[in-house]
């Protein structure tokens, strides 16, 4: 088993940046891609990025492209998602996942998930 867990997320203001931190712990030997997830309200859990675990092949989701930035530190064990240009409509509990598989964007491709982290962005 791998085990997830995000950290920072936080209130902005819309146009600010935030990181979000992934790190990865157990078996991670196992793990081929990693990717972020996110849920708002009253919505369906929306695919963000993702990543190999080898740190190549990033693909996003159009609704964030060139504004988010997925990348990976092999050293920490961890995955990054930097946030630029934020928007209300980005406002979202955002989930890490990592997949043992040639996974994309589905979140049942996934089978590992952290608890997740709030992001709230203010107009």
């Known amino acids: 088993q791998a085990q997830l867990v995000e950290s920072g997320g936080g209130l902005v203001q819309a146009g600010d940046s935030l990181r979000l931190s992934c790190a990865a712990s157990?078996?991670?030997?196992?793990?081929?891609?990693m990717a972020w997830f996110r849920q708002a309200p009253g919505k369906e859990r929306e695919f963000v990025a993702r990543?190999?675990?080898?740190?190549?092949?990033?693909y996003y989701a159009d609704s964030v492209k060139g504004r988010f930035t997925i990348s990976r530190d092999s050293a920490k064990n961890t995955v990054y998602l930097q946030m630029n240009s934020l928007k209300p409509e980005d406002t979202a509990v955002y989930y890490c996942?990592?997949?043992?598989?040639?996974?994309?964007?589905?979140?049942?491709?996934?089978?590992?998930w952290g608890p997740g982290t709030q992001v709230t962005v203010s107009s």
């Open positions: 996942a990592a997949s043992e598989i040639a996974a994309m964007r589905a979140p049942d491709e996934y089978h590992y």
């Open positions: 157990g078996r991670t030997f196992n793990i081929y891609a």
């Open positions: 990543i190999r675990w080898s740190g190549y092949s990033p």
